[in-house]
């Protein structure tokens, strides 16, 4: 049984450029949540999306938004970004209320 | 709104000894309080998992212990090992909205010196 998948693992862009990160659900989950970690400090919540919808949001400006597709897979997109948006991006996976597993995340560098 | 803190940042011990990390809370009102280990670059690996109703967990050499009263928890590794140098980050499971948020801690990086 799969758990929590996240691609690519690393990627390199530049300032302003846009991004993608992707997330696959452990089987059988339903929620999923995406969180920042920059370098020495602990992950912050990003958002959590449910039944496709953004169900609720961390303190992170707009350029920052993401979609849920009926295959409980979700994606994470980054506009116009900036050199502070390096960090390692961790998605969780869960089913309503139970608690997240957490995927081995995506290191984004931005130069 | 939850705040998280990890005591102490940083901590480097001697291989053999037995120690104890601490995190604190500030709304006691959670469902669960979960320790992850994180190795440099890497994701998170669940270690143990306390819900709400529990006072504490074990597994093998750690014991994770829950007071929810006094919005405290502790992480206990006995005998330590220069394989369990790494961060170690405590996360509180709460309700906001009817839906599970997470908050972490800003984590304690650990070094076991052989």
């Known amino acids: 049984d799969a758990g929590v998948t996240q691609s690519p693992t690393h990627l390199i862009k530049t300032r302003g450029q846009q991004v993608t990160l992707r997330c696959s659900p452990k089987?059988?989950?339903?929620?999923v949540s995406w969180y920042q970690q920059a370098l020495g400090q602990g992950p912050q919540f990003i958002f959590q999306?449910?039944?496709?919808?953004?169900?609720q949001r961390g303190n992170f400006p707009d350029r920052f938004s993401g979609h849920q597709f009926p295959n409980y897979s979700s994606e994470l997109n980054v506009n116009a970004l900036l050199l502070g948006d390096s960090a390692l991006y961790l998605c969780?996976?869960?089913?309503?209320?139970?608690?997240?597993?957490f995927g081995d995340g995506t290191r984004l560098s931005i130069l | 709104k939850q705040e998280v803190t990890q005591i102490p940042a940083a901590l480097s011990v001697p291989e053999g000894e037995n120690l104890v990390l601490n995190c604190s809370f500030t709304?006691?009102?959670?469902?669960?309080l979960q320790w992850f280990r994180q190795d440099p670059g890497k994701g998170l690996t669940s270690l143990l998992l306390?819900?709400?109703?529990?006072r504490e967990q074990t597994s093998g050499r750690l014991n994770a212990s829950l007071d929810k009263s006094s919005g405290r928890s502790t992480l206990y590794i006995a005998a330590s090992q220069p394989g369990d140098s790494a961060t170690y980050l405590c996360?509180?499971?709460?309700?906001?909205?009817?839906?599970?948020?997470?908050?972490f801690g800003t984590g304690t990086k650990l070094q076991v010196i052989p």
């Open positions: 969780a996976s869960s089913l309503r209320g139970q608690p997240q597993h």
């Open positions: 089987s059988g989950h339903d929620t």
């Open positions: 999306y449910y039944e496709e919808e953004e169900r």
């Open positions: 709304d006691s009102a959670i469902y669960n």
């Open positions: 306390i819900q709400s109703s529990q």
């Open positions: 996360a509180a499971a709460g309700n906001s909205g009817g839906y599970q948020k997470v908050t």
